[in-house]
C-alpha cells in the first residue's frame, strides 16, 4: 500500500506506520517495535530506506485499516494484557490523527527482553 485514500486527502503509508509506530512504543509492556531479528535490516540500510519495522498495512474492502503490528515484550507482562493494549493505542492514534476506521490490529509477540 504506497498510500491511503480518505476524503480527498491522500496519506502515504509511511505517515500512518510512522503515528502507528509511536503509539505502540507508549504502551506499557512493549519493548521494541518489530523483533530483534528485523533490526539492521542490510538491505534496507543499503538501499538507503529507513521502513518502518514490523509494521504492515492494509485497507479492506470495506475501505476499514488493518494493521498489523510485530512487537517485543518485557519479559514478566501478562502478554495478552500488552497485546489488548496495543490494539486499543493504534485504534485510537490512527482514529484521532489519520481519521481513517480500523477494522483490526494483529499483535505478533516475536520476542521477549529483559528490563534494564
Known sequence: ???LNLDGMAIASGVVETIVSIAVREVEGVAAVGSSAAKGNLRSM???KTPVQGIE?????ES???VSVHIDAYFGQVL???ADRVRNA????????VG???ASVDVYIDGLQFAE
Open 1 to 3: 500500500m504506497s498510500e
Open 46 to 48: 543499503l538501499a538507503g
Open 57 to 61: 498495512l492494509s485497507v479492506n474492502d
Open 64 to 66: 476499514k485499516l488493518e
Open 80 to 82: 495478552p494484557e500488552v
Open 90 to 97: 493504534v485504534a485510537d492514534a490512527v482514529a484521532s490523527q
Open 100 to 102: 481513517a476506521e480500523v
